[in-house]
């Protein structure tokens, strides 16, 4: 399927609600536990989350606005939220996240994206040249897939309590 | 982790809400979409978890108690609802889903269910043993599973649109 801005946003929109509803207010053991050494929980989850709002998505689609090619993007720091989000509770993080977001969808509205400044292209600095859209397709991709990461490690939290059921429930297996 | 009776809780009562926020309302092309034959679009996966709750979860813990082994569950029909669904929408089908989802978790707390009856014993009649407790907890991960298989399906459409971003989105490889 093709990326079409509104339809994008539409997920982008969404994500901080479907966050809160299965993480505010959630007994501390879903938050905390993760799926071993070098892996997220949900709560790191949310805090690379609120990372990306800041350093990643809107920050690259304005370098390509600028600079395009001229310019790479600036590295992620994909585990910077170990630190940053320190003593934050998970209510300060959803907060946190949805406000970024919602600035950023803002931002995004603003930047009055036409279709040939959807083709616009910018260069990442492992992934060389990409366009704009392929830049917010992948925002929304990198969305649902922390979303099921969540629920992946929560799932995990049961693995041996499902007893024989782990036959049938393949997420217990990624 | 061992199953808790109120931790498993908390997690079933916030399902609805998930499927909400990523679901209602969303453009149809996100609802309509699957991951190719046989498999199942988001408007399918929501139909899936309403039959669960009519016939899976609460009928096979009622089952549990007042038969212990002596009597196999129901087969379960995975796929009812490519019938059962048909006509309704979206927004129809979320909000059966949050009523009867309620109504489960009335009943599951109807059932008073003590350290003792979680222990207690019932047949699948494919798994063989199990007890109420690895009932509940499957109950749990087959939620959390059908959220990821929701984010996933949604996810995979836009496989190409990331251009090289593929490579760093395991989501879409799944």
């Known amino acids: 399927m093709e990326l079409e801005l509104q339809q994008a946003i539409e997920i982008l929109e969404r994500t901080p609600a479907t966050l809160n ?3 505010r ?3 501390e053991v879903w938050l905390a536990q993760n799926e071993g050494p070098e ?3 949900p709560y790191d989850i949310v805090g690379h989350l609120i990372h990306g709002e800041e350093t990643d998505w ?5 370098i390509i606005l600028e600079h395009g090619e001229a310019r ?3 590295p992620f720091d994909r585990v910077a939220m170990f630190e940053k989000s320190t003593g934050k509770s998970i209510a300060e993080l959803l907060d946190t996240f949805a406000a970024l977001r919602k600035e950023s969808l803002h931002e995004l509205n603003e ?4 279709p040939a ?3 616009k292209r910018g ?3 492992e992934l060389g040249v990409v366009t704009m859209k392929q830049l917010l397709a992948a925002w929304v991709v990198h969305d649902l897939g922390h979303v099921r990461q969540v629920v992946r490690v929560m799932a995990k939290q049961y693995r041996d309590a499902v007893g024989p059921w782990r036959a049938f429930l393949p997420i217990l297996e990624e």
Request: proline share 11%.
């Open 21 to 23: 509803s299965m993480l």
């Open 25 to 27: 207010d959630v007994p």
């Open 39 to 41: 892996t997220w929980s």
């Open 58 to 62: 809107i920050p690259r689609a304005r």
């Open 72 to 74: 790479a993007f600036e």
């Open 111 to 114: 930047m009055h994206l036409t």
């Open 117 to 119: 400044l959807l083709e």
């Open 123 to 125: 260069r990442h600095p």
